[in-house]
């Protein structure tokens, strides 16, 4: 039996929205593989957050940072019950004595959602893991960096799923909405966020307009999602009483209106390792939307698939000019649109469901034999 708990569905503690979709998705795939006799989720008390119908559940009691020992306990408690043989959280539990493989979003604390009681909570899961899951190579890859005792034989990399019917917006809505946003010349995107790292990549970005020929500088879009907790202000980012050498657009969008701003665009500009529960830089690739990928570090990430279907360069205004430059040779930039059609062609959530129950079984089997 495999034991979940569902902590992040607790209603106070303010999970972000992706983590939420995603194990709503997983489960939900789970139940369609014919597996509900094969797991239980551990629900909250004062969880109001649905799972699908036929999940079979067991309800304990709300969960507290403050009070962390004692759900440790009540954890193992419930997995003695349940003649659990593997423990998985939906965020950063985990059970005195049952093997627990922990559910890795991202590894670095500045950038989450997590106080310093979670953050240490997190960093004790992670200690206490027989096995990982992380939802990017970059995920994984920081977290053996950060923790080189975990090989990369402990980790399943599993990439949550995309909507089925997500894909490049037709010419004549693209136009529109063009139209509507006021979008007349190339643009590129940059995601809101928080943090100092994600302040000194907006700034390099801005930086390397100015080696770009005069005539061809792109306008930017710095976007927020509607529902996202995490997205700081334009003003906190850039000063915006000094010269900008390009016209910024300050946009918040629904997530419908998304796909039509990806297709539009010469490329989207991310700071590595922002590539986990978020996904948006799979979804803007499955759009048609070349990625550019800032490496801080000299190390660079292995990937599952080659050749690697974003563009990976230095943070770095020099070479940030370079790649936005290269955007505009046709022929290039169609390959990179193919690499990345082609890598997230198979991104679904049944995949991503049947890639963690195998990785789980697996895991489960070691344990008991």
Not at 67 to 83: F, I, M, R, T, Y
């Amino acid at each position: 039996m495999i034991v979940v708990d569902g902590v992040a569905l607790q209603s106070n503690l303010e999970t972000p929205p992706s983590i939420i979709t995603f194990w709503q998705n997983v489960v939900g795939e789970w139940l369609k593989l014919g597996h509900s006799r094969d797991f239980v989720v551990l629900v909250r008390e004062s969880q109001r957050i649905a799972l699908p119908g036929d999940t079979v559940i067991a309800v304990i009691p709300d969960y507290s940072y403050e009070d962390a020992e004692s759900d440790h306990v009540g954890l193992q408690s419930a997995c003695d019950q349940l003649k659990a043989t593997l423990f998985i959280s939906t965020l950063y539990t985990y059970p005195l004595r049952t093997p627990s493989v922990a559910m890795i979003y991202s590894v670095d604390e500045s950038q989450e959602f997590l106080s310093n009681l979670a953050a240490q909570e997190k960093h004790n899961s992670i200690l206490n893991a027989s096995a990982f899951i992380c939802p990017s190579e970059w995920v994984a890859s920081n977290l053996m960096a950060k923790y080189p005792g975990i090989s990369k034989e402990d980790i399943e990399v599993i990439y949550p799923g995309l909507h089925g019917d997500l894909g490049p917006s037709p010419p004549l809505k693209l136009r529109k909405f063009r139209e509507e946003r006021d979008l007349t010349r190339p643009y590129i995107i940059y995601r809101a966020g928080a943090g100092e790292r994600r302040k000194i990549a907006f700034r390099a970005i801005l930086d390397s307009l100015s080696e770009i020929a005069s005539g061809q500088v792109p306008e930017v879009v710095y976007l927020s999602v509607d529902g996202s907790r995490t997205d700081s202000p334009l003003e906190s980012f850039v000063d915006l009483s000094k010269p900008i050498r390009a016209r910024i657009h300050n946009l918040k969008l629904s997530p419908d209106e998304l796909p039509l701003l990806y297709t539009g665009a010469t490329g989207l500009l991310e700071v590595e390792p922002e590539l986990g529960m978020g996904n948006y830089v799979l979804e803007a690739m499955r759009c048609g939307c070349p990625v550019i990928i800032l490496r801080e570090s000299q190390r660079k990430v292995e990937h599952a698939n080659a050749p690697e279907p974003w563009i990976e360069i230095p943070l770095e205004p020099h070479a940030i000019s370079q790649a936005i430059d290269q955007l505009r040779d046709t022929k290039y930039r169609s390959s990179v649109l193919s690499q990345g059609l082609i890598y997230t062609k198979n991104m679904t959530w049944e995949e991503a469901a049947k890639r963690m129950w195998s990785f789980l079984d697996l895991k489960a089997k070691n344990i008991t034999s």
